[in-house]
């Protein structure tokens, strides 16, 4: 049975990070959350989630992300290690291929931090 595609949650505030807009960020939160939102300054990056967000098992080999996104497969691996890098997708290798999830809770903490 294929999984549903579903939306990404907020998290609660008390879960990761405190918001941006609820107080001054410490140094090592702002770190994090700069690495998080960085990784996500893409467009190529923002294709890659939007087609593991659209992906019907919810996973993605990383041989098919070639064709949609017109890059080479050096290039797909290099973003989807800046985006595992910062939690935003888990990889599970199976053979000689990685195939690639989204962390919809990691994604959810970042909406939090600059939820109002």
Known sequence: MAKQASTIEPATA?????????????ATDAAELAHGFSALADPVRLRVLSILAAAPDGEVCVCDFVEPLGKSQPTV???LKILSEAGLVHGDRRGKWVWYS???????????TIAA
């Open 14 to 26: 008390d879960h990761c990070c405190a918001s941006v807009l609820a107080a001054p960020l410490d």
């Open 77 to 79: 691996s290099h973003h």
């Open 102 to 112: 989204l962390n919809r809770a990691r994604l959810a903490e970042l909406q939090a």
